[in-house]
């Protein structure tokens, strides 16, 4: 696979988006506690 300029932002905006949830995910833990 060809690392063009686009495929390497494509790439590059999931992990950010990720890395953003999770840091979000760590600094406010959301989810109702588990039952049952």
């Not at 932002?9 to 109702?32: D, H, K, R, V």
């Amino acid at each position: 696979m060809a690392w063009t300029w686009p495929t390497a932002a494509f790439f590059g905006t999931i992990f950010l988006l990720l890395c953003g949830m999770a840091a979000w995910e760590y600094a406010s833990p959301g989810g109702n506690p588990r039952v049952g």
